[in-house]
């Protein structure tokens, strides 16, 4: 069963950055389409990014393009999720979630998820 850690999160001012990682405790990620998702409180749990496992195709929730970047980090089973301009809407906790890589919108359907981490963005 492969098993995902996100990092990262923490407390930033409006307009600020972090940068989230998600470590695969198997497997590297280019076997798995990767994407991040989040949810605030009260709040169903959304997509914001996705990455096939080839790298080749990503895709992103309009509410985050330009300012969210989704990327493979430096070791071969991360991902990392960059986050920029940060909003106080953007306040959630995020997910990190995996699947076998296959064809397919790469909104949903995710097998593996990690425990979360909490982005608090302060105005």
């Known amino acids: 069963q492969e098993q995902l850690v996100e990092s990262g999160g923490g407390l930033v001012q409006a307009g600020g950055s972090l940068r989230l990682s998600c470590a695969a405790s198997?497997?590297?990620?280019?076997?798995?389409?990767a994407a991040w998702f989040r949810q605030a409180p009260g709040k169903e749990r959304l997509f914001v990014s996705g990455?096939?496992?080839?790298?080749?195709?990503?895709y992103a929730d309009d509410s985050v393009k330009g300012r969210f970047t989704m990327s493979r980090g430096n070791a071969w089973n991360t991902v990392d999720l960059q986050m920029n301009s940060l909003k106080p809407e953007d306040t959630a906790i995020y997910y990190c979630?995996?699947?076998?890589?296959?064809?397919?919108?790469?909104?949903?359907?995710?097998?593996?998820w990690g425990q979360g981490t909490q982005v608090t963005v302060s105005s």
């Open positions: 198997k497997n590297n990620f280019s076997i798995y389409d």
């Open positions: 979630a995996a699947r076998l890589s296959r064809p397919g919108s790469l909104a949903g359907n995710y097998e593996y």
């Open positions: 990455m096939s496992g080839d790298g080749i195709w990503m």
